[in-house]
């Protein structure tokens, strides 16, 4: 069973995917019964009269489960928010669930989808919703028997499979596989094989999706997670450290003029960037290896304190985004501690002088015995 979907004009002209803020698209997507609610197209535009969403062909896989597949409006039309991300995910996971999606597809698009049985395609499939749906970042939450999404409870001989025992096998195998990889992924990854966005339908009784076009995407730039501990206390040291990471494998630059630090104070308990605050220590970290460290000062009294870090690489697109911690502090008073007092002592001669009378008092207390 092939639908053409036919569209409404979109909301929004912008440029390619990758290179623009999220945007509303529309066009022609071509839904094929293939045991998996997913289409084509090679039409999607900001505009009717726009640039094309992509000049490849862009494949839509569902990746809700408690709305309707696209396909079944009544008024047909297809339109959508692209880089949505992890707000197209109705589920708890948030970015780690944009993170299992790029891995999943990493992994098994080739040969679970563009390759694979109807057995393997719906696996896939609910590999997806349980993501978007029941995944909350643990191993724990993926379940073939509990949650909103269940294929333990399917027949796949409904959807056009032949082997339930096949759809079994598949599923078990992509839910393990989540279960041993997703809690320890980076909420930062980002597929390097395929262009992959998460589209927000704009409708919101039906299904969100992602899409994945058939080429690399462009070289991204390297991210910094930072962290920052310490006791803030004036006089007291807080040290800053980080994780680098490059979805292209880009080397980080270590150099004076590679990845910066700030370490930043601010009356507020949160902020954006660096500029949001007072920058009390700044310089280069010496690669993902090292730490610095800061001397909190008077000056820092009630504040709170952060440590930003913007990470470099040595080829490719570089650098990446200003990340900040969240705080320390505020930073209390310093603590003095005051000397104890000393208890007076009798020297060497003092206790010789003493003890004939020590002496004599013991010789009374026998006598009165």
Known sequence: ???????????????????????????????AGSGIYSGTSTSLAYDPDGPLYSDDEVLLICIDHRTNPPFTYSTPKAQFETEAGATAIRGPSGAAG???????????????????????RRALQYALWEIGNDYDGSAASINTSTGSSRPALENVIDYGGTDQAAFVTAYTTLYDAMKANLPTLRTSYRSTTYTMDLFRNLDPVYQHMVALIERPPPNTVPVAEPAITGTPQVGSTVTGSYTYT?????????SGTGTSYQFVTSPNPSIASASEGTVVASGTTGGAGQTVSYTL??????????????????TGASPGAEVCTSPVGPV??????????????????????????????????????
Do not use: H
């Open 297 to 314: 000062q008077a000056t820092d009294l009630n504040q709170y304190v952060f440590f930003c870090v913007k990470p470099a690489a040595q």
């Open 332 to 369: 209390t008073a310093r603590v003095v501690q005051q000397a104890p007092t000393p208890v007076p002592g009798l020297g060497l001669w003092a206790l010789l002088g003493l003890t004939p009378l020590i002496a004599w008092l013991g010789i009374g207390r026998q006598r009165r015995a």
């Open 1 to 31: 069973m092939r639908t053409q979907i036919l569209t409404l004009a979109a909301m929004l002209a912008m440029a390619v995917p990758g290179l623009s803020s999220a945007a509303a698209i529309s066009g022609p997507v071509t839904y």
């Open 246 to 254: 490059d979805n292209n494998g880009d080397v980080e630059d270590p």
């Open 98 to 120: 944009e993170a299992a999606i790029y891995w999943l597809l990493d992994q098994y698009y080739l040969t679970f989808y563009k390759t694979g049985t109807i057995e393997q």
